[in-house]
C-alpha cells in the first residue's frame, strides 16, 4: 500500500522506524516494504558518504549497521522481520538480505579507503626507518676448531665412521709401543712429550698424548673388526710455541680395519674426504712416506685449493698458501703396520686397515687464511665473532 | 742430506732435469725439501725418513733414482795400491763388546802429506754443507756422503801400541772429543780405546776423541770404519744430547758389509790426494756379520693389501734395482701374472729395516706409483655412532649459543698458583716433570682457571663485554692414576644487555647467570639452587647446583680477592659444572618427557603484595603456599621486589602472583575467594607476613 511510503516520505522526521513493528508502521504490502529498506539503504548511503573513511569511522558505521545488539540490521530483524505476517516474511527476508549484503560490501570499500588514508598519514610519522638497527639479542658462536671438527666428523660419519674420543693423559704403551714406536726409536725424536711427575710408587710413567694414534689402540683392543672410527682430540707436543707452533693442538684419528680394506680403499676414502671438505675439483696425490705404525706410508698432498694447484696466486704472484708448489700437504695415513695388530690380538693374515692423523689447527689455518695458531686459543672475542 | 746432482751422475746415468727427478724421487718415497741451483750446480734437498740411513749417501740416492728410471747403478771398486808391508803387522783390533760393535776395519797408510784438498774435493764438500779441513779429514767426510758410510781417521803414531779396543766406558771415566769438550761418559757406552785399553780414544759411532786427531804434521793414518748397535748409538747421542752426522747413520742403521768397502775407497781416496803407502790388507774384526734373510712376497699378499695388481716384470724390475735379487719360486713361475705367483727375495745388507713381506710389498708399490692403485670408496659394514652424548652436548651448545656465549678453546698448562686459586681442596694436580715453563707446568685441575684468563685477555685487549663457554676437560691425579673429567665452564662479563636506540644498557648480574644457567638447566630437568659454595666466589652472590640432588657444579661471581689476582676492575661471573652428569640427565630428561594436555580452562592471576621480613626467602614463601595442597595453583611467580621508600626498615615488599587453573571447570569467585584467605592465612601464621594489598 502506497500510504506507508507517503507516510514515510512526508514524516521524515518521526521516530526510527526501524524501532517499530510493521504492523505499528501499518505497513502491509510488497511495495511499501521495498520502500522502507530503499529508505534504510539511502539513510545508510548518506550517513557513510558523511564521514571520512577512518578506522574509528569504520567502526562507529559497523556498530550502527552491524552490531549485534543495537545495530540497524538487529533491529530490522527483530523489528520486521520476526513480527511479520507469513505472507510478507519471505520479501522482508530478501530485502534485508539485500540490505545487509550492500552494507557489508560498502563497509569493506570505506574500510580499504581507511587504511589507505591511514597508511598515507603515517607514512611520514610512523614508518619504520629500515637503516636503523633493530634491538640486537647478541647470539654466541661456535670455535672454528670445533666447527672444522664438527665438519670433518660429519664428512666421516656419513661414510659409516664412529666417533669415539680417548684420554689426553697416556701411558707410553699406548702412545708409542703398542704403535710399533719402542723406546729410543728415531720417531721418538719428532715427538718431545710432556710427561707427568707421579709419586714413587706409579708403575708406569704417564704422558699427554702426542697424538690420537693410542686410540687406534684402545678400539681394537675393545672391538673385533670392523673397525671404522675417528678420534677428535687435543694432543701435545713440546714445542716452543710460535706461530705454527703451539704446544697443544687437534687432530682427528681414523682407522678403518677389516677383512678386506685395501690401499685402494684408503685412498678413495681420502679423496671422497678431502672433495668433500675443498671442493671437488681439488686433485690428490699420495708420496710414500714412512711411520712406524703404518705400511705402506703415505704423505697425502691436495693440490692448492686456493691458486687452484697452479702455484701461482690470481695477482700474478706466488701463490701465498702453497708457496709456488701448488700441492699442499695435508696429513700422514698410511695402511695398519701388521706389527700393531699384534699387539691387540687381531690376526694380521686375515685382517687389513688404514689409518690417519689430520692436525685440524693447520687445516682451519689454511681454510680460513690464519697466519697465527695462537689465535686459535687466545680467545679474544673479535676472532670469536668473524666465525659466528 | 744435501744431493749434488752431478755427484750423483757418478753412479747412475740420469738424463731428467734436478727438477723433474725431485719430483720423482718425491713420489716414490724420499722426501723432498727442494732444489737449490748453488755455485756448484744444482742441489736437491732430500728429507730421508729415520728408516732409509741407506739414502744418507749419494749412492744410495743413486739405488732409488736408478730403480724409478730403469737405469743400471755403476758399482763402486776402489783398487788403491797396496805395498807389501801387512797392515795386520801394523795395527792390532780388538772388541770387547760385540753387542755394541758388530765390525771394526782398520787400514793404516804410511808418510801421508797433510794438505788442503782440492778444489773439486771442496767444491763438493761445499756444496753439502761441510767445511773442508784437510785433505785426510776430507776424505772421511766425502766417504761417507757418497757411500753413507761414517769414517774415522786416527794419527796411527798417536795410537798407543798401535792397538785398538773396542769397550764398554767406565766409570767415571771421561774424554775430550774432537769438539774440544770435554764429556762424562756413561757404563752403557760404546768406547774407542787404545794400548791397554785404559785411554779413550772416541765415542764408538759418535765421535772421535781430540788426542789422536788428525793434525797438519801427521805423518801416518789409521782409518777406522766401522759398525756400531743402532739402539745404543740413539741411546748414547741422546745421553750425550751430542747429534752427530755419524751417530745419525749408525744410529738409524748402517750397513756393515760397507764398512770394508768405504774404508777401501778411502785409502784411494788418501793416496789420491796426501799421497803415501798403504799397508796391504785390512784388519777386520767381524763378529756381528748376518747372514742375508730371505723374504718372500706372493701376488696373493699384495693383492690383499693394495687391492690392485702389479705385473710381474715390475715386481721383478723394482725390487731388482733395489737390491732384493727376485726369484720365483712358485709352481706356476713359467705363467705370467699368475695369482700363486710367489717371489723370494734376499735382503740387501743396507736394507736391514725391510724383513717382512709387507716391507717389501711397500717397496713394489712405491717404485710401481701409487697413483696406479685406483681409489674406491668401500662399502660400510654396520651403522656408524655418535658420542655418548653428542645429542646432549649438541642442545647444549646450542643453547648457549642462542644465549649470546660464545665458545672457547683453551690450553690447559697453567701456571700452579692460579690453578690453586680454584682447586678444591684436597685435590691432587698433575703437574709436568718437564714443563716449558713455570706459567705451564700444571694442567688445569678446573675450568675456571683458563676461562679467568680469557676474560683477563678480552679485558686487556679492550674488549670488556664477554660471555663466554669451554666444553673442555680437567685434569687431576688419584695416586698415580690420572682422572680426566669432562666440564663445561661460563664466564661472563660486562654488559648484560647492550645499549640500543630503544633501550639503555645494564650490567651484567648475577641474575643473568642465573637466569643463563636455569634456561640450560631446563634441557636436564631443571637445576636446584643451593646456598653456599666454593671460596672462589663471591660469599653473597654464589650458589650450588644440584641436579636430581646430585651436586654438579657452581655458579656465582667471583670473589674479590681472586678478582685482584687478575686485576678485573669489574664485575666477572663464573660457573662450572660436570659435563658428563648433565648430559645424562638430558637424556634421562628426554625419555622421562611427555605430553601435558593443555588446559582446557582459562586460568586466573591473582597479585598478593606481601611485606616480608628482611631474610625470608621467596623459597620459603613458594613453600608455604605449596603445603596447602591446593591442585589448582599452577603457578607462583615473584613479580615485584622492592624496599626502602614506604616499606618499613627489616621489611622487604614482594609482590607474589599466583595462577590459579582448574582441569575440571572454570574456577569461580567463591573459590578463587577461599584459596586466596588460605594462602594469606599461611603466609601471615608462617612467615609473619603482611598483606598489603591484592
Same mark, same amino acid.
Given at each position: 500500500m502506497p500510504f506507508g511510503v507517503i507516510y514515510i516520505a512526508i514524516m521524515p522526521n518521526i521516530e526510527n522506524p526501524t524501532e517499530k513493528t510493521l504492523a505499528a508502521l501499518t505497513i502491509n504490502d510488497p511495495l511499501a516494504i521495498e520502500e522502507l529498506f530503499a529508505n534504510e539503504k539511502a539513510r545508510f548511503d548518506k550517513q557513510l558518504a558523511a564521514k571520512n573513511p577512518d578506522e574509528v569511522n569504520y567502526a562507529l558505521m559497523k556498530n550502527a549497521w552491524? %552490531?549485534? !545488539?543495537?545495530?540497524v540490521l538487529t533491529l530490522i530483524s527483530e523489528n520486521w522481520l520476526k513480527s511479520a505476517p507469513p505472507t510478507l516474511k519471505p520479501i522482508v527476508g530478501q530485502s534485508l538480505n539485500q540490505l545487509k549484503r550492500h552494507i557489508e560490501e560498502s563497509l569493506e570499500l570505506f574500510w580499504v579507503a581507511a587504511e589507505k588514508t591511514s597508511e598515507e598519514a603515517a607514512s611520514t610519522r610512523d614508518r619504520v626507518d629500515l637503516s636503523l638497527p633493530g634491538v640486537i639479542r647478541p647470539a654466541g658462536s661456535h670455535h672454528l676448531i670445533r666447527q672444522v671438527f664438527q665438519e670433518i666428523e660429519d664428512i666421516f660419519f656419513s661414510i659409516g665412521f664412529s666417533v669415539v674420543e680417548g684420554p689426553e693423559i697416556e701411558t707410553p704403551y699406548y702412545n708409542f709401543e703398542a704403535l710399533n714406536i719402542p723406546e729410543f726409536h728415531p720417531v721418538r725424536d719428532d715427538m718431545d712429550t710432556f710427561y707427568l711427575e707421579l709419586p714413587k710408587s706409579a708403575t708406569t710413567p704417564l704422558l699427554l698424548r702426542t697424538h690420537t694414534?693410542?686410540?687406534?689402540?684402545?678400539?681394537?683392543? !675393545?672391538?673385533?673388526?670392523?673397525?671404522?672410527?675417528?678420534?677428535? %682430540?687435543?694432543?701435545?707436543r713440546r714445542d716452543n710455541p710460535d706461530a705454527t707452533h703451539s704446544f697443544?693442538?687437534?687432530?682427528?684419528? %681414523?682407522?678403518?680395519?677389516?677383512?678386506?680394506?685395501?690401499?685402494?680403499?684408503?685412498?678413495?676414502?681420502?679423496?671422497?674426504?678431502?672433495?668433500?671438505f675443498f671442493g671437488p675439483s681439488v686433485k690428490t696425490r699420495f708420496r710414500p712416506s714412512y711411520f712406524p705404525f703404518t705400511e705402506p706410508s703415505v704423505e697425502f698432498d691436495v693440490s692448492c685449493p686456493f691458486c687452484g694447484g697452479i702455484g701461482t696466486a690470481a695477482s700474478g704472484g706466488t701463490c701465498s698458501k702453497c708457496k709456488g708448489a701448488a700441492w699442499i700437504e695435508l696429513f700422514g695415513a698410511g695402511m695398519v703396520d701388521p706389527a700393531v695388530y699384534g699387539f691387540v690380538n687381531y690376526d694380521a693374515k686375515k685382517v687389513s686397515g688404514f689409518a690417519f692423523g689430520i692436525g685440524i689447527?693447520?687445516?682451519?689455518?689454511?681454510k680460513y687464511g690464519i697466519d697465527d695458531i695462537q689465535v686459535f686459543f687466545q680467545n679474544d672475542v673479535r676472532f670469536l665473532k668473524q666465525f659466528p | 742430506m744435501k744431493v749434488v746432482y752431478t755427484w750423483l751422475k757418478d753412479f747412475v746415468d740420469v738424463t731428467a732435469t734436478p727438477q723433474e727427478l725431485a719430483s720423482r724421487l718425491a713420489l716414490s718415497g724420499t722426501n723432498i725439501g727442494g732444489v737449490e741451483n748453488g755455485a756448484h750446480g744444482a742441489v736437491i734437498e732430500a728429507e730421508v725418513s729415520s728408516n732409509r740411513p741407506d739414502c744418507l749417501g749419494h749412492l744410495g740416492i743413486a739405488r732409488e733414482v736408478g730403480a724409478i728410471y730403469k737405469l743400471p747403478v755403476k758399482p763402486v771398486l776402489p783398487k788403491p795400491a797396496e805395498s807389501t808391508a801387512k797392515a795386520s803387522d801394523a795395527v792390532r783390533v780388538e772388541i770387547q763388546t760385540p753387542?755394541?760393535? %758388530?765390525?771394526?776395519?782398520?787400514?793404516?797408510?804410511?808418510?801421508?802429506?797433510?794438505?788442503?784438498?782440492?778444489?773439486?774435493?771442496?767444491?763438493?764438500?761445499?756444496?753439502? +754443507?761441510?767445511?773442508?779441513? &784437510?785433505?785426510?779429514?776430507?776424505?772421511?767426510?766425502?766417504?761417507?756422503?757418497?757411500?753413507?758410510? $761414517?769414517?774415522?781417521?786416527?794419527?796411527?803414531? !798417536?795410537?798407543?801400541?798401535?792397538?785398538?779396543?773396542?769397550?764398554?766406558?767406565? $766409570?767415571?771415566?771421561?774424554?775430550?772429543?774432537?769438539?774440544?769438550?770435554?764429556?762424562?761418559?756413561?757404563?752403557?757406552?760404546?768406547?774407542?780405546?787404545?794400548?791397554?785399553?785404559?785411554?779413550?780414544?772416541?765415542?764408538?759411532?759418535?765421535?772421535?776423541?781430540?788426542?789422536? /786427531?788428525?793434525?797438519?804434521?801427521?805423518?801416518?793414518?789409521?782409518?777406522?770404519?766401522?759398525?756400531? =748397535?743402532?739402539?745404543?748409538?740413539?741411546?748414547?747421542?741422546?745421553?750425550?744430547?751430542?747429534?752427530?752426522?755419524?751417530?745419525?747413520?749408525?744410529?738409524?742403521?748402517?750397513?756393515?758389509?760397507?764398512?770394508?768397502?768405504?774404508?777401501?775407497?778411502?785409502?784411494?781416496?788418501?793416496?789420491q790426494l796426501a799421497g803415501g803407502e798403504l799397508l796391504s790388507g785390512v784388519v777386520d774384526v767381524y763378529p756381528g756379520k748376518r747372514t742375508p734373510k730371505k723374504i718372500r712376497v706372493t701376488r696373493a699378499e699384495l693383492l690383499r693389501v693394495m687391492g690392485a695388481d702389479v705385473p710381474d716384470k715390475e715386481v721383478e724390475s723394482s725390487l731388482s734395482a733395489l737390491g732384493f735379487a727376485p726369484i720365483r719360486i712358485d709352481q706356476n713361475r713359467g705363467a705370467e701374472g699368475s695369482i700363486l705367483a710367489t717371489w723370494e727375495c734376499t735382503q740387501p745388507s743396507w736394507r736391514a729395516e725391510v724383513e717382512r713381506e709387507i716391507d717389501l710389498i711397500e717397496e713394489i708399490a712405491r717404485i710401481y706409483g701409487l697413483d696406479k692403485f685406483p681409489p674406491r670408496l668401500p662399502a660400510a659394514r654396520q651403522g656408524a655412532a655418535r658420542l655418548p652424548h653428542y645429542e646432549a652436548e649438541t642442545r647444549l651448545r646450542e643453547r648457549l649459543i642462542g644465549l649470546g656465549y660464545r665458545e672457547i678453546l683453551t690450553i690447559p698448562h697453567v701456571a700452579e698458583e692460579r690453578d690453586a686459586l680454584f682447586r678444591p /681442596?684436597?685435590?691432587?694436580?698433575?703437574?709436568?716433570?718437564?714443563?716449558?715453563?713455570?706459567?705451564?707446568?700444571?694442567?688445569? &685441575?678446573?675450568?675456571?682457571?683458563?676461562m679467568a684468563a680469557a676474560l683477563e685477555w678480552n679485558l686487556n685487549h679492550g674488549q670488556r663485554n664477554a660471555r663466554l663457554f669451554e666444553i673442555g676437560r680437567h685434569y687431576r691425579l688419584n695416586g698415580s692414576d690420572s682422572v680426566e673429567t669432562p666440564v663445561l665452564t661460563l664466564g661472563a662479563t660486562g654488559e648484560g644487555r647492550q645499549k640500543n636506540l630503544y633501550e639503555p644498557s645494564r650490567e651484567f648480574s648475577f641474575a643473568d647467570l642465573k637466569g643463563d644457567l636455569d634456561s640450560i638447566g631446563a634441557l636436564a630437568g631443571s637445576f636446584e639452587w643451593h646456598e653456599g659454595g666454593p671460596a672462589w666466589l663471591h660469599?653473597?652472590?654464589? +650458589?650450588?647446583?644440584?641436579?636430581?640432588?646430585?651436586?654438579?657444579?657452581?655458579?656465582?661471581?667471583?670473589?674479590?680477592?681472586?678478582?685482584?689476582?687478575?686485576?678485573?676492575?669489574?664485575?666477572?661471573?663464573?660457573?662450572?659444572?660436570d659435563l658428563d652428569r648433565f648430559c645424562s640427565a638430558v637424556r634421562a630428561a628426554k625419555e622421562a618427557r611427555?605430553?601435558?594436555?593443555? $588446559?582446557? @580452562?582459562?586460568?586466573?592471576?591473582?597479585?598478593?603484595?606481601?611485606?616480608?621480613?628482611?631474610?625470608?626467602?621467596?623459597?620459603?614463601?613458594?613453600?608455604?603456599?605449596?603445603?596447602?595442597?591446593?591442585? =589448582?595453583?599452577?603457578?607462583?611467580?615473584?613479580?615485584?621486589?622492592?624496599?626502602?621508600?614506604?616499606?618499613?626498615?627489616? !621489611?622487604?615488599?614482594?609482590?607474589?602472583?599466583?595462577? @590459579?587453573?582448574?582441569?575440571?571447570?572454570?574456577?569461580?569467585?567463591?573459590?578463587?575467594?577461599?584459596?586466596?584467605?588460605?594462602?594469606?592465612?599461611?603466609?601471615?601464621?608462617?612467615?609473619?607476613?603482611?598483606?598489603?594489598?591484592?
Open positions: 552491524l %552490531g549485534r !545488539k543495537a545495530g694414534s693410542p686410540m687406534q689402540i684402545r678400539t681394537m683392543e !675393545k672391538q673385533k673388526p670392523p673397525v671404522r672410527v675417528i678420534v677428535p %682430540g687435543k694432543v701435545y697443544a693442538f687437534h687432530q682427528i684419528e %681414523g682407522l678403518a680395519v677389516d677383512a678386506d680394506i685395501t690401499f685402494c680403499d684408503f685412498t678413495g676414502t681420502i679423496e671422497y674426504f678431502v672433495k668433500q689447527d693447520r687445516l682451519a689455518m689454511l | 753387542d755394541l760393535c %758388530g765390525r771394526f776395519t782398520a787400514r793404516v797408510i804410511r808418510n801421508v802429506k797433510i794438505q788442503p784438498s782440492p778444489k773439486w774435493l771442496k767444491d763438493r764438500l761445499e756444496a753439502t +754443507g761441510v767445511a773442508s779441513i &784437510s785433505n785426510v779429514v776430507d776424505v772421511s767426510n766425502y766417504v761417507m756422503l757418497e757411500l753413507g758410510h $761414517p769414517l774415522h781417521t786416527f794419527d796411527y803414531d !798417536k795410537v798407543r801400541d798401535h792397538k785398538i779396543v773396542v769397550r764398554k766406558a767406565r $766409570p767415571g771415566e771421561k774424554i775430550r772429543t774432537l769438539d774440544g769438550i770435554e764429556r762424562q761418559l756413561d757404563p752403557n757406552l760404546c768406547m774407542i780405546s787404545d794400548g791397554d785399553s785404559s785411554r779413550a780414544v772416541g765415542i764408538g759411532g759418535i765421535m772421535g776423541g781430540a788426542e789422536t /786427531e788428525i793434525s797438519f804434521s801427521t805423518k801416518n793414518v789409521l782409518i777406522e770404519c766401522a759398525w756400531f =748397535e743402532p739402539v745404543a748409538v740413539r741411546r748414547a747421542a741422546r745421553f750425550l744430547k751430542l747429534h752427530t752426522e755419524a751417530s745419525t747413520r749408525f744410529g738409524r742403521g748402517a750397513d756393515p758389509e760397507m764398512a770394508e768397502l768405504a774404508s777401501r775407497r778411502a785409502a784411494e781416496l788418501i793416496l /681442596e684436597g685435590v691432587a694436580p698433575a703437574r709436568l716433570s718437564n714443563p716449558l715453563s713455570e706459567e705451564a707446568s700444571v694442567l688445569r &685441575s678446573n675450568g675456571l682457571v683458563t660469599p653473597a652472590r654464589r +650458589g650450588r647446583l644440584q641436579l636430581r640432588s646430585n651436586e654438579i657444579g657452581a655458579a656465582g661471581q667471583l670473589a674479590r680477592q681472586v678478582a685482584e689476582k687478575f686485576k678485573f676492575r669489574q664485575d666477572v661471573f663464573l660457573a662450572e659444572f611427555r605430553y601435558e594436555p593443555l $588446559p582446557r @580452562f582459562p586460568g586466573v592471576e591473582r597479585d598478593f603484595s606481601l611485606l616480608l621480613p628482611d631474610g625470608t626467602h621467596f623459597s620459603s614463601v613458594v613453600n608455604a603456599i605449596q603445603a596447602l595442597n591446593i591442585s =589448582e595453583i599452577s603457578g607462583i611467580e615473584a613479580a615485584d621486589l622492592f624496599r626502602g621508600k614506604n616499606v618499613p626498615a627489616g !621489611k622487604y615488599s614482594l609482590l607474589v602472583r599466583i595462577t @590459579f587453573q582448574s582441569r575440571e571447570a572454570t574456577l569461580t569467585d567463591a573459590q578463587i575467594g577461599d584459596y586466596s584467605a588460605r594462602i594469606v592465612a599461611s603466609l601471615e601464621n608462617n612467615l609473619g607476613a603482611q598483606l598489603r594489598a591484592q
